[in-house]
């Protein structure tokens, strides 16, 4: 029996060796699932795909599926190359950081509504931002894909009473394990730690506002890195991932000599 083929758009999220020459690629299609296909001879320097699965990179993919798992890659097209990315470390390790995430989220043949327009919105807002705009742009991304996700964490009401958190706050509790923010009567039962509140009131606009708005707002580096920190345990927890890019995002925001 011949074997189907089937267009598929989608963006690259991760590439894994696969014999001498071979790719296995996991694109995020634009229904939001994960869609794994063989790129045969990817690895080649002649290879008609090499340049054209990059990281980040959407495309349009001629897939051959056959009685295994893995689709086979027949043609691919570059939608978008999102070359920007690539030329700077720190926009890389920003849109590497939001790749892993979103390859962990996506899963074969189930939907996650707006994954899709969502990251191939973030790669290219951040293809034209600076070190610190990406990082921040990285944080709005994790934040929003959690919550679509159905993880969003709970940043202005106590997850143990739902009391509201204070305007006036400096340093509050928060629970990574039961989902937020805790009020100080219910941080004697509940397991948590201390962050600044300015931490979750950043993380709290990074979630509700747009990529463009996020650009303009230019939040400070530091305090990004604090959303960043609160994110990554976050992603442990309720992921279970420990995502490789985290300490090459986050490195970048040391101070520099």
């Known amino acids: 029996m011949a074997d189907r083929t089937d267009r598929a758009r989608g963006v690259v999220?991760?590439?894994t060796k696969l014999g001498e020459s071979d790719l296995i690629v996991t694109l995020l299609a634009q229904d939001g699932s994960a869609l794994k296909l063989v790129?045969?001879?990817a690895r080649k320097p002649q290879s008609p795909f090499s340049s054209r699965l990059e990281l980040c990179s959407v495309v349009d993919a001629l897939v051959a599926k056959g009685r295994g798992s893995l689709g086979i890659a027949r043609e691919v097209r570059l939608v978008s190359g999102n070359a920007g990315l690539r030329g700077d470390v720190d926009r890389i390790a920003s849109a590497s950081l939001a790749a892993e995430l979103a390859e962990r989220i996506a899963q074969e043949e189930l939907a996650v509504p707006r994954l899709f327009d969502m990251t191939c919105a973030v790669f290219e807002r951040m293809g034209a931002a600076d070190a610190d705009g990406a990082r921040?742009?990285?944080a709005a991304y994790l934040l929003k894909a959690l919550s679509i996700s159905g993880f969003a964490p709970s940043?202005?009401?106590c997850v143990g009473c739902g009391a509201a958190l204070p305007e006036t706050a400096g340093m509050v509790r928060f629970s990574h394990v039961d989902g937020g923010y805790v009020c100080g009567e219910c941080?004697?039962?509940?397991e948590s730690v201390r962050v600044a509140a300015r931490t979750l009131a950043l993380a709290e606009f990074l979630l509700f506002?747009?990529?463009?708005?996020?650009?303009?707002?230019?939040?400070d580096a530091q305090e990004v890195a604090g959303v960043l920190q609160l994110c990554r345990r976050w992603i442990e927890v309720h992921i279970g991932a420990n995502l490789r890019s985290f300490p090459f995002a986050l490195g970048s925001t040391r101070p520099r000599p």
Not at 209 to 219: C, G, I, L, M, Q
């Open 209 to 219: 506002s747009t990529f463009e708005e996020v650009s303009s707002a230019r939040p």
């Open 13 to 15: 999220l991760k590439k």
């Open 39 to 41: 790129a045969k001879g």
């Open 155 to 157: 940043l202005r009401v």
């Open 136 to 138: 921040a742009l990285a």
């Open 187 to 190: 941080g004697r039962a509940i």
